[in-house]
């Protein structure tokens, strides 16, 4: 037995191997750990696609389409002739006619018959080619649905993602002040313990720090809560936070002439899906009223078939049962012709669907106006809010740049026992209640103009 420096070698080896095997698992450990715990950053388009791509409405009206479109299909293929085929085997007990020879029989027999026919409208008041045009415009109404829908998504989303970004620059302004409370706190008690201030100072400062440490944790759970909405408007299942990118331009850009409403109207009215989407309802109403005219006019359709049958009955001179091959070619028949329908009356139904239908029409106008209307409402208020956004903007960040000059004298007086405590707190809140308001007052702006450009027709969003 080999031995090295009192060990035996067999021992040795077999602790460098749990060394190594321990050293492998320890460091794959490390790497799923930092891999589980790196989070995406996530831009707004991110956003904006996972919660398209996940949501559920989102998918229903996908299936709200397909069934619009396979009924402007089958519309289409209604144009086709319609054949149907039939078979029947019967079985006659007791005194029965024979089918073959029309006399009355008292024989158990059994029969066969076998056909097929087809039909093809000819006219019948232009009412398939009606509901053609129908059902395609309904077709191209709910896709401009899923548009709609994707839009408002986009726009929630949006909203979620700038209150985040919000309440983060709350937090990192509460944080701000923290940390000066907290140099204050500081440098108060170096100076009572020096005898320069009052103990009473230092009570003051210590308050002021714990309001800054209550609002911090205030900010924080208001974050958390505005990234629980996000989370919830992206269907992101399995995940309590989120991480969005950082440095963005919260700068809204002002515009010297402001927004005109006329021509904000006159673009957004040709592209909104909303709009688009009741046009074509409008369209698709007035074409489903053709067809409904179309039944009060007569309507006229080719028929032919070809038929056959076997019947237990049927024997040659020999009384023989001819086989079923022989009749089966022997009876057969086959037939073409026109068929005419006039309605006359059929309990004034008809006209009454035509009637419902004048006012399913008119009640699609309307609510094409409705949505006009709608839109105009919206983008009057969206350029309202805009010149009233812009003036609060300049205003808070002149006071904003005030305030931070002010806190930044009251710091220096204060250095040098000019003020006290408590004016100093007083003028570092006003600096902090201003950063705050200039930054919620930059995004709502920021918000406001992007929902301005989308109605403009800027790519605001990518909802492909």
């Known amino acids: 037995m080999v031995y090295v420096f009192g060990t035996r070698i067999d021992y040795v080896l077999a602790q460098l191997k749990n060394m190594n095997l321990r050293f492998y698992i320890t460091t794959l450990f490390v790497f799923l750990t930092f891999k589980g715990v790196a989070q995406q950053t996530w831009t707004l388009d991110d956003c904006v696609a996972y919660a398209i791509e996940h949501n559920l409405q989102v998918k229903n009206t996908n299936f709200n389409m397909d069934s619009s479109k396979e009924s402007y299909r089958q519309s289409v293929r209604d144009l086709l002739p319609s054949v149907n085929g039939s078979t029947d085997y019967t079985i006659r007990y007791g005194r029965s006619p024979d089918p073959n020879t029309n006399t009355y029989v008292n024989t158990d027999f059994f029969s066969n018959n076998y056909s097929i026919g087809a039909n093809l409208d000819i006219f019948r ?5 009606n509901m ?3 059902t395609k ?3 191209r109404a709910s896709e401009e649905d899923i548009d709609q829908e994707k839009f408002m998504l986009a726009f929630r989303v949006m909203s979620a993602f700038y209150d985040i970004k919000y309440y983060e620059g709350l937090l990192a302004n509460s944080l701000e002040q923290q940390e000066l409370s907290q140099a204050n706190y500081d440098l108060v008690e170096k100076q009572v313990e020096l005898g320069l201030k009052a103990g009473s100072d230092l ?3 210590e308050s002021n720090l714990l309001g800054d440490k209550f609002l911090v944790t205030q900010n924080r759970n208001l974050l958390a809560d505005a990234k629980l909405i996000l989370l919830q408007e992206m269907n992101l299942i399995g995940q309590n936070d989120i991480e969005l990118e950082k440095n963005l331009n919260y700068a809204p850009e002002i515009e010297e002439q402001g927004v005109a409403l006329d021509s904000l109207y006159e673009t957004a009215r040709g592209f909104v899906p909303l ?20 039944s009060l006019y007569p309507s006229l359709s080719l028929i032919a078939g070809i038929g056959t049958s ?3 009955t049927n024997v040659d001179d ?4 001819i086989p079923f091959r022989t009749q089966f070619k022997d009876n057969s028949s086959k037939y073409v012709g026109a068929s005419l329908n006039i309605p006359i ?5 008809n006209h009454s669907r035509v009637k419902q239908q004048k006012i399913a029409f008119q009640q699609a106008k309307n609510n094409l106006e409705i949505q006009e209307q709608e839109l105009f409402k919206v983008l009057q208020q969206l350029v309202q809010s805009n010149r009233a956004l812009v003036s609060e903007y300049e205003q808070s960040t002149k006071r904003m740049e005030s305030q931070k000059l002010a806190f930044t004298i009251a710091q220096k007086r204060y250095e040098r026992g000019l003020i006290n405590a408590l004016e100093l707190f007083q003028a570092k809140n006003l600096f902090g209640v201003a950063q705050n308001e200039n930054l919620q007052v930059a995004l709502r702006l920021k918000v406001n103009q992007s929902t301005i450009d989308f109605y403009n027709g800027l790519p605001i969003f990518n909802i492909n």
């Open 125 to 129: 008041g232009f009412q398939k080619m």
């Open 132 to 134: 053609i045009k129908a």
């Open 137 to 139: 415009f309904i077709y």
């Open 203 to 205: 009570y003051e400062a």
């Open 275 to 294: 709009v688009k989407s009741q046009e074509y309802r409008v369209t698709a109403a007035k074409k489903q009223l053709q067809a409904t005219r179309g």
């Open 310 to 312: 076997y019947f237990e």
């Open 318 to 321: 020999n009384g023989n049962l």
């Open 345 to 349: 009356s059929n309990g004034w139904s």
